[in-house]
């Protein structure tokens, strides 16, 4: 094929909140909550470090640490990731690690197993599972970022609750409650097991993160653990109203440059890109992208090979595949049960041949009037590259500006594009 889509680069104008001073903006919080009635000295405190990258979660966690430790308490982190890692504890060690939580850099040991205890047992009967350290722990610190969920849609979605759900509930959770989550509503599975967990563990406090679409840290609130559920509901809110979205609903074909555990529980989050999948019970979200074709072309480093949410993609490289770890991917995908998270699409060697399989299945518009984008990520849309056609879109989601004249799409001669 010799014809394509002029491309022009854009900058989106997105909301953008931002903490300046994130220590100070943590200890505020954390002051506000007085501790110490709650936290006496020489007691333990369990931490929760999730798999996503979460802006200055090593900064966030070591604030949260230090202060715990001038209350003379001995704090230490948990991996609260569910089945990331390959469902194994040295494997969710290197995940927080590959994010700069360290020991050495927060200040406190990282305590990893794969072993439950359960705690309880909710209304419904559904087993309420707690991480082994967490639950030898005197007291939990909640630490989670709040935002919309790449499947789930509803009041409560990923942040506090979920994290109770599947982060502290580890692989064992995970795999119970994704199950769960196929026959009952997403609302009252994580309201039933987070209430039971709430009042069974010894959870001393949360500490709420808001990001604004470019990715950095917007809100931090810390909540008692009586008000987990009406602050997550409103911070949700405005989680939503922050998040990045793309210039336009509809598109012919989605360039995704890379995704990962990283960026999105999905790889890519369906907020941004479409493809949420419907669950039993939930309502159905509103406006969602409308995307023909999504072409992936690479992975994160922090994903480790983890390609979960690839089967959202209709093309991909051929070094993709053979770069994904297939059983770390697998295990995730299952656990959640989303087996078609992992099915591999259509893949070419180059993206000229990708993109000419694509351009020649998007209907009767000719390949060089394609509604084309292309973007690094879904966590970072303040820049990307669009074609002329999504220029004349008459209904664009964000204001922008053009950067630049429409140049014709570039290729090397090994027949890929040029970093975005």
């Known amino acids: 094929m010799s014809s394509y889509p002029s491309i022009v680069r854009i900058r989106q104008h997105l909301e953008r909140p931002m903490i300046e001073d994130i220590p100070a903006a943590i200890v505020a919080e954390l002051e506000k909550l007085d501790l110490t009635t709650r936290i006496r000295p020489g007691q333990t405190v369990a931490l929760t470090a999730g798999s996503r990258g979460i802006a200055n979660i090593p900064l966030i966690l070591k604030t949260v640490a230090d202060h715990l430790k001038r209350l003379g308490a001995k704090p230490f982190l948990v991996p609260t990731m569910g089945s990331h890692g390959g469902g194994t504890a040295e494997g ?80 064992n959770g995970a795999l119970l409650y994704h199950r769960v989550l196929l026959e009952q509503p997403y609302d009252q599975v994580v309201r039933s097991v987070g209430t039971t967990m709430l009042a069974n563990a010894p959870i001393a406090f949360g500490l709420a993160i808001v990001e604004n679409g470019y990715d950095e840290t917007a809100i931090i609130e810390g909540v008692p653990p009586d008000r987990f559920i009406p602050r997550e509901e409103a911070l949700l809110v405005r989680a939503r109203q922050l998040l990045p979205r793309l210039p336009v609903r509809e598109a012919d074909v989605l360039i995704v440059d890379r995704i990962g555990k990283d960026i999105s529980g999905s790889g890519m989050d369906t907020n941004v890109v479409g493809r949420k999948r419907a669950f039993r019970g939930q309502p159905s979200p509103k406006d969602m992208p409308a995307i023909r074709l999504i072409y992936v072309r690479g992975l994160t480093e922090h994903t480790h ?88 879109d008459p209904q664009p989601q964000t204001s922008f500006t053009v950067l630049g004249q429409p140049q014709p799409m570039h290729f090397d001669a090994a027949g890929m594009l040029a970093p975005l």
């Open 92 to 171: 969710q060690r290197k995940i927080l690690e590959s994010y700069g939580i360290t020991e050495e850099f927060v200040g406190v040991p990282i305590r990893a197993s794969m072993d439950t205890v359960q705690v309880g047992t909710t209304q419904e009967g559904y087993p309420v599972l707690l991480d082994r350290h967490a639950h030898q722990a005197d007291h939990i610190g909640v630490v989670a970022r709040i935002k919309p969920h790449t499947a789930f849609h509803g009041p409560i979605e990923s942040g506090l609750m979920k994290m109770i759900l599947i982060g502290l509930g580890k692989h």
């Open 305 to 392: 090979g983890n390609a979960s949410g690839i089967g959202l993609a209709d093309f991909t490289l051929t070094s993709l595949i053979q770069q994904m770890n297939y059983r770390a991917t697998v295990i995730n995908c299952l656990t959640a049960g989303y087996p078609e998270g992992a099915f591999l699409p259509v893949h070419f060697e180059t993206d000229r041949q990708v993109l000419d399989a694509a351009l020649a299945i998007i209907g009767t518009r000719a390949p060089e009037q394609a509604r084309l984008l292309r973007i690094q990520d879904t966590l970072h849309l303040d820049e990307l590259e669009v074609s002329e056609a999504v220029l004349a």
